[in-house]
């Protein structure tokens, strides 16, 4: 289990599933590599990197599955994350209203839906995307289904 915790602390906390600690992702508040700016959303791909959307620096920070710093993806980003069975990452940012769609670390397309997208989740099977808003006086949900993508 992969938490964010980038608030106060920069950092992604891992778990097992029995909630025991296993490590820290990051930790050092900052724009380096391998430095987090307020760490909103996390997902971990196919081959076990771990993938951290971080707000502040407009970028997916991405890790090996040991903690290892590998590389940035630039992407407006300030919300939450999916990854998607082929390893698609999903994106959304508050600020942007919508949902950006990345394949091996290039955007290849952006969603546009109603308010401030803070949650997202994805169905694994149709891949339709769900952000919901946070803004106070309309607060809703929305569903998106993106289009297909062929290799």
Known sequence: VFV???YRNSRIVQF???????????????SAPGELMLPHGVGVDSLGRVLVNDSDNKRISVFDSDGNFLETW????RGGMAVGP??????SDVNAGAVTILKDGAIVDVIRVEGRPHGLGLDPVT??????SSVKTSPNI???APRSFED
């Open 4 to 6: 964010s915790d980038g």
């Open 16 to 30: 097992t599933s029995s909630g025991e600690f296993v490590k820290i992702i990051g930790g050092i508040r900052g």
């Open 86 to 91: 082929d390893d698609t990452v999903y994106v």
């Open 127 to 132: 891949l339709d995307v769900y952000t919901s």
């Open 74 to 77: 630039h992407a407006p980003t």
């Open 142 to 144: 929305t569903k998106s």
